[in-house]
């Protein structure tokens, strides 16, 4: 069980052993050459029960028999995964959900959903005798590969943009990544480090580059339906950069239906920025592929202009019925602010993003439909939008008198 039979390309159709190739399809290259992970579902069916699934580790090593390491080295020990779902109390009154759920993914070791991807690369890297790991992140990435691989004694060599947030950048420092920021995007910072990579036969673990990334990502819907008792939501909600969550999670519940743990599939939707979604573009116009444009949000994990995972995302978007939607940054300032203050979950400005897009999100479903937000990072990834999106600071004081003489109420 869990053995990994091959990766098929999801342009030419083509089938690798995974001995055979490490990242793309050598025909197709880069973001058309993407690769699926498959395994033996057949065998899954026939001999994976939920019983086993269920007696697994609070964590995402529960899933082992679906990931694509075999634990046999032992694995990395970090707590990722089994992150919390909440029923929400206020904002599916507010906006009239039959029912909405909010799975918050922030609370990560490292603050981010990414934590999925790095720990399962970490093993992987293990499992290959690998040492020495490379990634290009808009920051939280990143900074869960420093963060997984630190306590497995794996060196870290880092690419970010410029603009990466000043947490994400000391998160990379403290946990010992060597840091390189790129003068320009992080669609800069993605190419340079692919190159960096392969020239020097380190590990990359660049999205969409490494097959098994996807697969760490899609812990977070195995969880969800173990945690809805192993039942499919109707609608995921999911913000969108690269778009490899947003095809993992597709692929999470795919496996899942795949081998009769569920019955149903669930319908995707992902969130853009106004100023950064070549994906909804794309998606409108009936292509496979975007057109790459100068983008610009602030919310920083999801302002890539050439996504990545576009092939797959696009493909899980149209397989799933769902669609894509896009918010403007006043939107995601608002959801900061409303998510916190409505539901106490602090959340940086991409994962606020589906709450701003509630209202749009609420046109699309019906009645009673079974909605999940995907919060994937922590609010203290970015203070500097979390002040922009409240409405007074602090107000100084000197003693009781001025205190009382400013004091509401
Ligand atoms: C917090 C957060 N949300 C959403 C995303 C978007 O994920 P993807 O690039 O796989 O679409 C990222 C990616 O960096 C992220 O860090
Ligand atoms: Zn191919």
Not at 94 to 115: A, I, R
Not at 258 to 280: H, M, N, T, W, Y
């Amino acid at each position: 069980m869990g053995r990994v039979i091959g990766l098929r390309c999801m342009s030419c159709g083509r089938i690798y052993s995974p001995d055979e190739v490490e990242y793309v399809c050598p025909r197709c290259g880069p973001i058309k050459g993407t690769l699926e992970v498959l395994y033996d579902y057949d065998d899954l069916k026939k001999n994976l029960k939920v019983a086993d699934i269920e007696r697994g580790p609070l964590s995402q090593w529960r899933y082992l028999p679906l990931l694509p390491v075999s634990g046999s080295r032992g694995l990395p020990r970090l707590r990722v995964g089994w992150t919390p779902l909440y029923r929400s109390k206020n904002l599916e009154k507010d906006f009239d959900f039959g029912e909405l759920w909010l799975k918050d993914d922030g609370l990560n070791p490292s603050g981010s959903l990414k934590d999925r991807a790095s720990q399962v690369a970490v093993a992987h890297a293990l499992e290959k005798g690998r040492d020495i790991m490379v990634a290009a992140s808009t920051g939280n990435a990143a900074s869960s590969l420093a963060v997984n691989a630190a306590p497995e004694g794996i060196r870290t060599v880092i690419l970010v943009p410029e603009r990466a947030p000043r947490a994400k950048l000391a998160q990379l420092l403290v946990f010992g990544a060597e840091v390189y920021q790129v003068r320009g995007t992080y669609d800069d910072a993605y190419d340079l480090s692919i190159e960096l990579a392969l020239r020097k036969g380190w590990y990359l673990r660049s999205t969409a580059y490494n097959p098994y990334l996807g697969e760490g990502k899609k812990t977070v819907a195995l969880e969800l339906a173990e945690q809805l008792r192993w039942k499919a939501p109707d609608w995921v909600v999911i913000p969108v950069g690269d778009g490899c969550i947003f095809q993992s999670v597709w692929k999470g519940f795919r496996d899942l239906y795949r081998i009769g743990f569920i019955d149903s599939l669930p319908r995707l939707i992902g969130v853009q920025a106004e100023g950064c979604s070549p994906l909804k573009k794309a998606f409108f116009e009936g292509k496979e592929t975007v057109e790459v444009k100068p983008v610009s949000t602030i919310a920083d994990s999801i302002m890539v202009a050439n996504p990545r995972d576009q092939v797959k995302a696009l493909k899980a978007a149209r397989e799933s019925g769902g669609t894509f939607i896009s918010i403007s940054d006043q939107e995601i300032l608002a959801a900061i602010r409303t998510l916190a203050r409505k539901e106490g979950i602090f959340s940086e400005p991409a994962a606020a993003s589906v709450v701003a897009a509630l209202p749009r999100v609420r046109e699309l479903v019906s009645d009673g439909d079974r909605v999940v937000l995907l919060l994937t990072g922590n609010g203290l990834k970015d203070i500097d939008s979390a002040m922009k999106s409240v409405d007074r600071g602090p107000i100084t004081v000197s003693d009781l008198d001025e205190l009382l003489g400013k004091i509401g109420g």
